[in-house]
């Protein structure tokens, strides 16, 4: 092999592993960042719900809220997935050694209650139950004013939202 074939070749090796390095760090950035909507998640609801306690029409709103911190946190999961898929499919074929990804989806493909059904099940839990417990909350004293109406239609519009996000992560 001549020289300069060599050079090109462990060029590209090496910008290979710059790149799986790069996405190894995005894909724990990314699981770092849906740790944070959970915990965002759990702040909010705390501060909605304890409000709501003493106004309920407080607990309400929160639900929509819930809705958009769900979906960034389907987001943040489905990038997740798509970076492993591509080093998967390109650097594992490509890197010697490299094997997670390809082991992990091995994993994922046999069935049963894995890590990440688990994972979906208790963040997707949380939001499901906090915005439940806030429609629970406004009902407590629940007046029949129309904005309560109103709140509770949009909040059992943004619980089946929130069902159909996490549904499309499978």
Same mark, same amino acid.
């Given at each position: 092999m001549s020289?300069?074939?060599k050079k090109a070749s462990d060029s590209d090796h090496s910008h290979l592993e710059m790149e799986y390095q790069s996405l190894? /760090?995005?894909i724990l950035k990314r699981m770092d960042l849906r740790q944070q909507m959970?915990?965002?998640t759990l702040t909010i609801a705390g501060a909605f719900l304890g409000f709501g306690l003493g106004t309920p029409?407080?607990?309400l709103v929160y639900p929509p809220l819930a809705a958009f911190l769900a979906v960034a946190w389907a987001q943040n999961d489905y990038r997740v997935r798509q970076v492993s898929t591509y080093i998967r499919e390109?650097?594992?074929t490509q890197l010697a050694g490299l094997g997670w990804e390809t082991h992990m989806q091995a994993q994922r493909s046999r069935g049963g209650?894995?890590?990440?059904r688990l994972l979906l099940m208790s963040?997707?839990?949380i939001f499901l139950l906090t915005q439940w417990m806030a429609i629970g909350i406004g009902l407590l004293k629940f007046t029949y004013a129309p904005v309560e109406y /109103? @709140? @509770?239609v949009v909040d059992v519009l943004f619980v089946v939202i929130v069902i159909w996000v996490l549904a499309q992560l499978k």
């Amino acid at each position: 092999m001549s020289n300069a074939v060599k050079k090109a070749s462990d060029s590209d090796h090496s910008h290979l592993e710059m790149e799986y390095q790069s996405l190894r /760090a995005e894909i724990l950035k990314r699981m770092d960042l849906r740790q944070q909507m959970v915990s965002v998640t759990l702040t909010i609801a705390g501060a909605f719900l304890g409000f709501g306690l003493g106004t309920p029409a407080v607990a309400l709103v929160y639900p929509p809220l819930a809705a958009f911190l769900a979906v960034a946190w389907a987001q943040n999961d489905y990038r997740v997935r798509q970076v492993s898929t591509y080093i998967r499919e390109h650097h594992e074929t490509q890197l010697a050694g490299l094997g997670w990804e390809t082991h992990m989806q091995a994993q994922r493909s046999r069935g049963g209650v894995g890590a990440w059904r688990l994972l979906l099940m208790s963040h997707g839990g949380i939001f499901l139950l906090t915005q439940w417990m806030a429609i629970g909350i406004g009902l407590l004293k629940f007046t029949y004013a129309p904005v309560e109406y /109103a @709140l @509770l239609v949009v909040d059992v519009l943004f619980v089946v939202i929130v069902i159909w996000v996490l549904a499309q992560l499978k």
